[in-house]
Nanobody, 113 residues
Framework: QLQASGGGSVQAGGSLRLSCAAS????????LGWFRQVPGKEREEVGC???????KYKDFVKGRFAISRDNAKNTVSLQMNSLKPEDTAVYYC?????????WGQGTLVTVSS
């Protein structure tokens, strides 16, 4: 399973760091991604990192968010800087690989103006 942490409330322009820790399996061979969802809308991808370390981001977070993985600690993180009120959402991590797709439980990020 994936256990997410690090959500909270912050003012616009602030920063938060989210982390997901895996248990029961290793993240080494998995593509890892971060998604977010607001009520009434579909879950959307924020960015991803493949098992080789290649990263991709959606345009709305480019230059502000950064994904990293630590295979030794079996974790994936999302550093969020210059946060905007429209970044308010529940954030989910996802691991996908040969063993299937795993989702974290979600962590709420609230950005106030």
């Amino acid at each position: 399973q994936l256990q997410a942490s690090g959500g909270g409330s912050v003012q616009a322009g602030g920063s938060l760091r989210l982390s997901c820790a895996a248990s029961g399996f290793t993240l080494d061979d998995n593509a890892l991604g971060w998604f977010r969802q607001v009520p009434g809308k579909e879950r959307e991808e924020v960015g991803c990192i493949d098992k080789y370390g290649t990263k991709k981001y959606k345009d709305f977070v480019k230059g502000r968010f950064a994904i990293s993985r630590d295979n030794a600690k079996n974790t994936v993180s999302l550093q969020m800087n210059s946060l905007k009120p429209e970044d308010t959402a529940v954030y989910y991590c996802r691991a996908s690989g040969a063993l299937g797709v795993y989702w974290g439980q979600g962590t709420l990020v609230t950005v106030s103006s």
